[in-house]
């Protein structure tokens, strides 16, 4: 839940002092691309570190050749004197520095006030204010998968079992009422009796859902590590009653593949995340049930994974397609085709998808839709791929996220932040998981031959 589904707005730099490569920092200090996973050894974000983040964006972001520093500093800005202000720390000389469109001479100013205000900050808010910075220069790039991250604490996940939400904090599309979608299985809340398709009807007493619209922060506190209290509704028997519960360490469920053979010789696939290998699992466990009539693969919450996998599950469907486009900034593209050593299955294909498929399941579901492999069924995917991230390991043990290419789909239509639709919308209802009923699984079975 910690996407952003933001508006690709990329300004375009105007000639002159903008359009010359300049650095803020030293090349011992470059941003260094990461190949395995980050060791918990954690140092305090400094100016240093943010500049070598802003260095980071120029040298790795796709967009970069066209993009205004001002915004990203702008924005940084913004959100320090904000963290000032939350703190009781505001100063009268918290003013931000003129910018003269160079971006060395800019940045020597931004980083010259911080320093200042930053001396004077007692020294426990130090890196709270660096992480307001550092977040504020990142969500200018108003890019879906980039980004920064720093895992602090112990690095452990902490929850109270609660594994899928009806909706997106950062989902302008939500609607209410907010329900459980997916559980853990032995923690807290399944322990409690609370079971998919429960309302959230508060938490710690605030309503998610004011006015018609979700607040962005009202699920944070059952991601973190206090005791949070919620107010829940069960459909159906309209019982009503509150649970507290201290969020635990868990260990994130590892994404496996599972299937079964339905009634009317279908076979049905739940495909939970596009990780390694998962394309070949898919294939092996249809293969193994043996089924004539068709396929319903189950994309809803699909967090989404390698591009490859893809390419090679969307193989299993057809052969000799591009299935979307790799673009840089000024829309040179480059094919991303069907991987045609997969075997083809040869059976009809309906697929289900969600709000939460999203990055790598909406490049598969654009392809479906926009090669017609198959049927849509359900409501519009996420949304949420702007293109391939790749992380940068920074000086603080902390890590950036960057897209060097964007994503178009198979017809070089734009799918980031504006999802695939189905073809047959039939969203699942509170109500619907509360009775065990699953509509747009009985639809797909309906539109297989």
């Known amino acids: 839940m910690r996407t952003l589904i933001l508006a690709l707005a990329l300004t375009a730099a105007p000639l002159g002092p903008l359009a010359a490569s300049t650095t803020t920092a030293s090349s011992a200090d470059a941003c260094v691309p990461l190949t395995k996973e980050p060791d918990q050894g954690l140092k305090p974000t400094t100016i240093e570190t943010i500049g070598q983040a802003f260095d980071c964006v120029f040298e790795h972001y796709y967009a970069a050749p066209v993009l205004d520093h001002r915004p990203m500093l702008l924005r940084a800005f913004g959100k320090l004197t904000a963290e000032l202000q939350r703190r009781d720390l505001d100063a009268s000389d918290a003013v931000m520095p003129a910018l003269t469109g160079d971006r060395a001479e800019d940045w020597a100013a931004f980083a010259g006030t911080y320093r200042s205000l930053a001396a004077r900050v007692p020294a426990d808010a130090q890196q709270a204010l660096a992480a307001a910075t550092m977040r504020g220069m990142m969500s200018a790039l108003n890019d879906n998968h980039a980004g920064w991250d720093r ?50 009807v508060s938490v710690n007493g605030h309503a998610p859902f004011v006015n018609g619209f979700l607040v962005p922060s009202a699920l944070d506190p059952i991601m973190g590590k206090e005791p949070v209290e919620l107010t829940l509704r069960r459909p159906g028997s309209g019982r009503t009653w509150r649970v507290k519960i201290t969020p635990v360490p868990f260990e994130p469920e590892r994404p496996t593949v599972s299937a079964k053979r339905l009634e009317g010789d279908v076979a049905y696939v739940k495909v939970p995340g596009f990780y390694g290998g998962v394309a070949d699992e898919v294939r092996k466990a249809i293969e ?10 189950d994309l809803r919450g699909n967090g989404g994974g390698s591009p490859r996998e893809v390419t090679r599950l969307l193989g299993a469907f057809a052969h000799g397609k591009i299935t979307s486009y790799f673009c840089d900034v000024r829309d040179k593209c480059t094919p991303n085709r069907t991987d045609d050593s997969v075997p083809l299955l040869g059976l009809p294909l309906t697929v289900l998808i969600d709000r939460e498929c999203a990055s790598a399941c909406d490049d598969f579901s654009a392809a479906v839709k926009g090669l017609g492999l198959g049927t849509l069924v359900g409501t519009r995917t996420a949304g949420l791929v702007s293109g391939p991230g790749a992380p940068y390991l920074l000086s603080d043990g902390s890590v950036l996220s960057l897209p060097k290419l964007h994503h178009r789909g198979p017809g070089k239509e734009i799918v980031d932040t504006i999802g695939v639709p189905a073809d047959h919308q039939v969203p699942t209802t509170a109500e619907d998981l509360a009775a065990g009923r699953d509509p747009a699984l009985a639809k797909a079975l309906e539109l297989l031959p």
């Open 151 to 200: 895992p602090e604490g112990d690095g452990a996940a902490y929850g109270v079992g609660i594994l899928g939400v009806s909706a997106r904090p950062d989902d302008s599309a939500a609607r209410g009422p907010l329900h459980i979608t997916k559980l853990q299985p032995g923690s807290p809340l399944a322990k409690r009796g609370v079971r998919p398709g429960d309302i959230i």
């Open 288 to 297: 193994g049930l043996s089924v004539k009539r068709g396929i319903v693969l």
